[in-house]
């Protein structure tokens, strides 16, 4: 009878970790199958020639601002374009297909979110 007992229990627990398991993949497939990164000619956007970072955020977005203190700690130059206060900022924005903010520009780069690594890559390639 206890044994009976226990593999009804084995079984289970191996059921719910087994259904935890393909819960957690799941949810992070979209992430696993979104590039880094997208490339392409965004010199339009940038404000002038010698700008070669645009970051696209709001004031109330707290990943936008690490990645603006990310990039002033390794002393990068870039332009900071708020959506909700510059009329541009939003039509560049929807240009750009901006469904996440910041959405950050580097070179011919166009990051979606803040990832520090990600991130540094460009500036690295930047440069």
Not at 33 to 42: F, R, V
Request: aromatic share 10%.
């Amino acid at each position: 009878m206890l044994k009976q007992k226990l593999k009804s229990f084995a079984a289970y627990a191996l059921i719910l970790v087994a259904g935890l398991g393909v819960g957690l993949a799941a949810a992070n497939v979209p992430r696993w199958l979104t590039p880094a990164y997208e490339e392409g000619d965004y010199s339009s956007y940038y404000p002038d020639a010698k700008t070669q970072v645009v970051v696209y955020a709001t004031a109330t977005c707290p990943f936008c601002a690490k990645a603006q203190e990310h990039l002033k700690a390794k002393n990068i130059a870039f332009v900071k374009m708020d959506i909700n206060e510059s009329p541009k900022a939003k039509q560049d924005f929807i240009q750009l297909k901006g469904d996440i903010v910041p959405l950050i520009l580097v070179g011919n780069r166009q990051i979606r979110g803040f990832k520090p690594e990600v991130l540094d890559s460009a500036l690295e390639k930047l440069h």
